[in-house]
């Protein structure tokens, strides 16, 4: 347990102290080390993760999961036929997510470190750790919203190809370049009520999808896991495992924060495109009211995570000014978040502790993938 938090504090501080100097200088060699350090801390794990053994055994044999998707399958076979260690998936996976996510900061690096933090405290690292392809299409579909900003169509259809490559559920977002630049009516107070009326929303809902949860995972694009309906229900509300709690009320409150705020982060970082990003953000937010802690949180990794770029852009907005008034604020949220994060290692969420790397030295025969 103890190698846990040493890796996650450690590995966050390094990243948040790379990822300033990398804004402050404009420097590439910082970025090269961000993505160097984490590729290798990241893909070298070993059993960090629900999903481990799964990407582990489909590694050795394609045939487990038929119909994986086609880019994930051929680089596993030709991995294979090098023979190279499992872990070159999780190592590639790994460079895939920290590469297209600093790229993302690209025109607005300032943002960068305060990424890096809610990229820990939303706990999203851990399910990078875990939705292994689902992580590496998202990580591209973020990259990908500069180019609707920019309106270039041609490299953000190549980008959601190749995050449809990695995992299927990818191709729909296709149609956000047609319709992302739309103008909508976005008073403060008409996203106040969207906010609050998507609660009431999620209590009819929750009880929908739970009873038709097997039909729902298949029409979204995760009828592989249909077959198991015992593992789906662990995945839903029902089993009593998400509420009401702590993290809920912090996250309640940004982002009542972010909507107060909104007008004034528009106005000043429109140039990086926010808008075409808060939009996917509330979104997510929507989403997770209204279908969070149910099987279709999986849909809503596409869009929950924008967060981390609005967040980030709030944090850097109110640590701007000086007055105590925006200090205390700050302090409240990284205080409180941080500690959310450690209380998740602790409580080894999605088995994210203890952590253990892996022994490069150490390859199974292939009817041993489960030892």
């Known amino acids: 347990m103890f190698l846990a938090y040493y890796v996650y504090n450690v590995l966050l501080v390094v990243l948040i102290f790379l990822a300033y100097q990398y804004a402050m200088t404009s420097k590439r060699a910082y970025a090269y080390m961000i993505i160097t350090i984490f590729t290798l801390v990241i893909g070298l794990r070993y059993h960090v993760g629900d999903d481990y053994l799964s990407y582990k055994a489909f590694f050795f044999n394609q045939r487990i999961f038929p119909k994986m998707e086609y880019g994930f399958t051929y680089v596993c076979k030709f991995f294979n036929y090098m023979e190279f260690h499992y872990s070159t998936i999780f190592l590639l996976a790994a460079c895939f997510e920290i590469y297209f996510f600093v790229r993302t900061f690209q025109k607005f690096k300032f943002a960068l470190p305060w ?23 998202f990580c591209i579909f973020m990259y990908s919203i500069r180019f ?25 977002l296709g149609m956000f370049y047609f319709v992302l630049n739309y103008k909508v009516k976005d008073g403060k107070a008409l996203q106040y009520a969207i906010f609050f009326g998507s609660f009431v929303m999620g209590a009819l809902l929750k009880e929908l999808i739970f009873a038709h949860i097997g039909t729902i ?17 662990t995945l839903d509300w029902s089993n009593g495992k998400n509420s009401m709690g702590v993290a809920t009320f912090i996250w309640l409150l940004l982002d009542m924060t972010v909507i107060w705020m909104y ?74 978040t941080y500690a959310l994060c450690m209380w998740a290692v602790y409580n080894h969420a999605a088995t994210c502790s203890p952590y253990e790397f892996v022994d490069l030295n150490y390859m199974p025969a292939k009817e041993d993938f489960f030892e």
């Open 115 to 137: 990424a890096f933090f809610f990229l820990f405290t939303t706990l999203e690292l851990f399910i990078w750790n875990n939705a292994l392809r689902q992580s590496v299409a």
């Open 148 to 172: 609707i900003h920019e309106r270039r169509l041609i490299p953000f259809a190549l980008l959601i190809l190749l995050a449809g490559s990695v995992h299927k559920t990818a191709y729909p």
């Open 217 to 233: 995972a298949g029409a979204i694009g995760f009828g592989e896991t249909t077959n198991n309906m015992e593992y789906l229900k």
């Open 263 to 336: 007008e004034k982060l528009k106005n000043s970082y429109s140039h990086t495109g926010f808008e075409l990003y808060y939009k996917l953000y509330f979104i997510g937010i929507f989403l997770q009211n209204c279908i969070g802690g149910t099987y279709l949180d999986r849909l809503n990794m596409y869009f929950l995570p924008f967060r981390i770029i609005i967040y980030s852009f709030l944090m850097y907005e109110l640590a701007k000014n000086k007055g105590v008034l925006y200090r205390v604020p700050i302090i409240f949220f990284c205080v409180l």
